[in-house]
């Protein structure tokens, strides 16, 4: 299947969507603009997509394969795709892998999560399969154990590996831990979730040899997203054109953002879905327009990745530079807000993983104490709220536990890393 003109995409959902329809119902019949559009509320589209007698579908589910996504919403739900859809949407993401530096012939280790519904590793190795360039496919999965995995990358000389940021970063740890060599290893593709600098500090330590770079932007409820575009900021992508339509909105006011370098948040059109219709949809992200060419923007983060902590927001992205700001010898290779409740009030613990190779002792100790009060102390500066609650008594105060990366939660699913782990109990 082709990608669709707008104004036809609008009409075949209006007609044969009833949730589009009702949706659109105050519009005149003849919109084809999307600001004319409203934007899709994730809340009711997902009450309106349930897997059976879906609102959204614009035809019975007889001929696709379903997915399981957690949207943007944190609870599972159910994405479709025809056979014309997958294959337009894994050919489209394949053309996008020469961006990222894949070369004819180059060995690739497919180390994304399989099973129980989750497309990223049938998506990546179909994907593979569909680039413009030869390659070897590699079909590990994210879920082997290491001990089986290192081996395999060693005796099959992989020269890429994808997977997400944390399955990497894991393998990683392993690499080093072990004194294990994996020199053919020369690119390291990423997805579906951030890279922070010191995460690559750990690939560097393990693949000293590998350039770090996002795989593409996509996901299984929004579709195409962002294909990477070559260059020293892995974030930057540009919009698969003319298979998909991605905004930038302000936050406060909806409208669509054009100057380069102002915030807001993603909403994706795809013009290739018709089964189930993604229009002005919310990805979850914010990003920027960065100017350097048409289409190219810059990912900034989930739009909603924080938490509250009494009367406190808090921001992984506030967490996250306020480690860079204190850590400047590179010992943290990861990091994960933990949000406790005990003795009537909430408390945040930053949880911080040291790089391998840090032993016990007292003169690392007292290091990892003077680092820890250095990164309590720079978040407290850009969040004065806490500890201003910490002296009204509503909060207990910041605190720091460390860990190495593989203690780390991860979704069980997904293998990614959980940015916020809320241990509070709930009634």
Request: hydrophobic letters at 40%.
């Amino acid at each position: 299947m082709s990608a669709q003109q707008l104004s036809d995409l609008i009409r075949f959902a209006r007609h044969n969507s009833p949730y589009y329809r009702d949706l659109y119902a105050s519009l005149p019949p003849d919109v084809d603009r999307l600001t004319d559009l409203p934007v899709v509320d994730q809340e009711g589209f997902w009450a309106a997509n349930a897997l059976h007698d879906s609102r959204v579908l614009t035809g019975p589910l007889s001929e696709a394969t379903v997915y399981k996504t957690g949207g943007t919403t944190g609870s599972p739900k159910f994405s479709v795709y025809t056979r014309d859809e997958w294959r337009t949407f894994v050919t489209a993401f394949g053309q996008g892998l020469v961006d990222t530096g894949l070369r004819p012939g180059h060995r690739v280790a497919d180390l994304f999560y399989a099973g129980e519904l989750y497309a990223s590793f049938l998506f990546v190795l179909d994907s593979l399969a569909h680039a413009p360039v030869d390659n070897v496919r590699l079909p590990i999965g994210g879920g082997a154990p290491l001990e089986s995995t290192i081996p395999t990358l060693r005796d099959l000389a992989a020269q890429v590996l994808t997977g997400t940021t944390t399955t990497l970063c894991r393998l990683a740890e392993q690499v080093v831990s072990s004194g294990v060599r994996l020199d053919s290893v020369e690119l390291l593709l990423f997805g579906g979730e951030a890279l922070f600098d010191d995460q690559r500090r750990l690939l560097a330590a393990a693949f000293p040899g590998a350039e770090v770079r996002s795989v593409g932007y996509a996901s299984v409820d929004a579709g195409l997203l962002g294909r990477p575009v070559p260059g020293p900021d892995a974030r930057v992508h540009r919009a698969f054109t003319p298979y998909a339509i991605v905004e930038i909105l302000d936050d406060s006011t909806g409208e669509p953002i054009t100057e380069p370098g102002r915030p807001g948040r993603v909403v994706v059109t795809s013009l290739f879905r018709r089964l189930m219709p993604i229009i002005r949809y919310p990805a979850g992200d914010r990003a920027e327009w960065t100017g350097t060419g048409p289409g190219h923007f810059r990912i900034l983060g989930r739009a909603e990745e924080g938490v509250r902590v009494g009367p406190v927001s808090l921001y992984t992205q506030d967490a996250q530079d306020a480690v860079a700001a204190a850590d400047t010898e590179g010992h943290v290779v990861g990091m994960q807000l933990v949000v406790r409740r005990w003795d009537g009030r909430d408390g945040l613990v930053l949880r911080l993983a040291t790089a391998p190779g840090d032993d016990a002792g007292d003169q690392v100790a007292g290091s990892r104490e003077a680092l820890a009060q250095a990164v309590v102390t720079e978040l407290e500066t850009v969040r004065p709220l806490y500890p201003d609650s910490v002296r009204a008594g509503f909060v207990h105060p910041l605190s720091v536990e460390w860990a190495r990366h593989r203690d780390l939660a991860v979704n069980p699913r997904s293998g990614k890393l959980v940015r916020v782990l809320d241990e509070r109990p709930t009634a």
